[in-house]
């Protein structure tokens, strides 16, 4: 990797630390290229991203960045899974950990908030933003199709009545 190469690593993952919702850290040493490329798939379906990162160059990118803490989770063979959504990419990750114990999750970095592993995977057991807003649209639905279901009552009721009237007059 030349100078310019890594001038402009160190710009990538500068945006990265400054505009991703979550960044969560991980040792990935013993994973086949089999093994991150399905994890990056996975990662692409949820709306996160998987990249692996000399730890040398996150440093320097991580200066002036919220999330400077997690500099010292930086030493060995580290990738960082991020995303714009604070739940895709811990829950990719905490689901693939539990398939996979070559994927370790050292912790992360939610704004600037520093996350441990506990942390990690309580975000992953939140559901994700769809089923949330998917929640939010039932219960305001549910209320309308209540009210509807009210409405329509007194006027099925009449009809009941007139029809039993109407039965009753034919009977006599």
């Known amino acids: 990797m030349n100078r310019d190469e890594k001038v402009q690593a160190v710009q990538d993952l500068n945006g990265i ?3 991703a919702g ?26 996160a991203n998987f990249r692996v990162i000399k730890n040398r160059l996150a440093k320097i990118a991580l200066d002036g960045t919220p999330c400077a803490g997690i500099s010292e989770l ?7 899974a991020f ?9 990719v990750v905490a689901t693939f950990a539990e398939q996979n114990d070559n994927l370790v999750i050292l912790g992360g970095v939610m704004g600037e908030t520093i996350l441990n592993v506990d942390d990690v995977e309580a975000l992953a ?3 994700s933003l769809d089923e949330l807003r998917a929640k939010l649209l039932s219960l305001f639905n549910t209320p309308a199709t209540r009210i509807a279901g009210v409405l329509q009552a007194p006027a099925a009721q009449l009809t009941r009545v007139f029809s039993a009237y109407g039965a009753t007059d034919e009977a006599a």
């Open 74 to 80: 930086l030493a060995g063979p580290i990738a960082i």
């Open 22 to 47: 979550v960044v969560v850290v991980t040792h990935y040493s013993g994973l086949t290229v089999a093994d991150v490329t399905q994890l990056r798939v996975q990662m692409a379906e949820a709306g």
């Open 125 to 127: 057991a939140l559901p």
């Open 83 to 91: 995303s714009e959504d604070f739940v895709a990419a811990p829950k």
């Open 17 to 19: 630390f400054t505009s």
